[in-house]
Structure formats: C-alpha cells, structure tokens
Nanobody, 125 residues
Framework: VQLQAYGGGLVQAGDSLRLSCVAS????????MAWFRQAPGKEREFVAA????????LYADSVKGRFTISRDKAKNMGYLQMSSLKPDDTAVYYC???????????????????WGQGTQVTVSS
C-alpha cells in the first residue's frame, strides 16, 4: 500500500487545518492508522491513532482536545483535523498504517509498516 499525505501549509496560531491521507495499492480499511510528526532536530512523535474498526482513538496529550483523527473507509482516506494550532505544532506530519497491532503498540512508530511522504505544517505566532 502507498500512502500520500497532503493538506499542510503555513497558518497562524489559532487557525485550523485538515490533513488528508490517501491510500493506494490496496485498501487499508481493515488496518490501524495513525499520524505522527517530526519537528527539526527532534524524534518522530506520535500524534493520533485510530483502530481499524474506527471505534478506538488515541491522542498525544499535547493535541488532545484540539486534533481529531478520522477515516473514510469507502474512500480509502484518513484525516487529521487540527484546530487551535500552536507554534509548537510546527512539524512534518506523516500518516502511517499497518495490519492490526496490539493496543499497546498503536503509539509506536515501529509498529507501522507503511508511511506517507509527509506534509509540512508551519504555525506562526
């Protein structure tokens, strides 16, 4: 499966942005999916994850209440709705997917086999 993330851009603090992730090659409707981000000089960090069923979502504490992960299985798409953006949210955002993993592994980059190329989000103060 190939993933492509898009929708990033330059926004001001307090703005909203929606990232999209499209899958091709095979459907990922039965796989877990997640968003990660990586800021310059920092390690890739977990942002949000959604179980294949859509019934379970996880969020990093830093984005809880501001970001929402979702997916449209019919369109083979995943989304990350971001609101109340802060300068600290500036990073390259990656979508990722993998066949079902243990719940404890949902936040670990190493759990995900397939990654998109990343989309830059820059939040100015």
């Amino acid at each position: 499966v190939q993933l492509q993330a898009y929708g990033g851009g330059l926004v001001q603090a307090g703005d909203s942005l929606r990232l999209s992730c499209v899958a091709s090659g095979r459907t990922f409707r039965d796989w877990d999916m997640a968003w990660f981000r990586q800021a310059p000089g920092k390690e890739r960090e977990f942002v949000a994850a959604m179980r294949y069923s859509g019934g379970t979502t996880l969020y990093a504490d830093s984005v809880k209440g501001r970001f929402t992960i979702s997916r449209d299985k019919a369109k083979n798409m995943g989304y990350l709705q971001m609101s109340s953006l802060k300068p600290d949210d500036t990073a390259v955002y990656y979508c990722a997917t993998t066949p079902r993993v243990a719940y404890s592994g949902l936040t670990a980059p190493s759990s995900y086999y397939f990654w998109g190329q990343g989309t830059q989000v820059t939040v100015s103060s």
